[in-house]
C-alpha cells in the first residue's frame, strides 16, 4: 500500500477524503483511511483499557487521517447456482 498523505481530523480533512473517494471511484485505485493520534486519550475517553485501541484508533478519536491508496482486484466473484438436473449423475456397481 502506498501512503498518500496525512491530513487533520477535522471538516476539511474529511471533505479532502470524500472528493478524493468520488474522484477515484470507477479506477483501479481505492481509498483507505486510518486513524492517527493518541491511544491512550482516546481509550480514556471510552472508559476502556489502555490497550484497546493498539491495533486500530477509530476514525471519531484520531487526531490525523493517514490516507492510503490500494489497488483494486482486477476480477469479480460471480455466484454460479446450479440446478438438480444439471449434475452429472455416476453409475456404481452397488446402484
Known amino acids: 500500500m502506498n501512503h ?8 476539511e480533512g474529511q ?7 468520488k474522484f477515484l471511484k470507477n479506477t483501479r485505485n ?7 493520534g ?6 480514556i475517553a471510552d472508559g476502556a483499557s489502555h ?6 484508533l477509530p ?6 487521517l493517514a490516507v492510503y491508496l490500494r489497488p483494486r482486484p482486477t476480477y469479480r466473484y460471480k455466484t454460479v447456482t446450479k440446478t438438480v438436473s444439471e449434475w452429472v449423475r455416476v453409475p456404481t456397481k452397488w446402484a
Open 15 to 21: 471533505q479532502f477524503v470524500a472528493s478524493l473517494r
Open 59 to 64: 476514525i471519531r478519536h484520531a487526531e490525523r
Open 51 to 56: 490497550a484497546r485501541y493498539r491495533q486500530d
Open 38 to 43: 493518541n491511544r491512550l486519550k482516546a481509550a
Open 30 to 36: 481505492g481509498v483507505m483511511v486510518r486513524g492517527r
Open 4 to 11: 498518500l498523505v496525512t491530513v487533520p481530523n477535522n471538516v
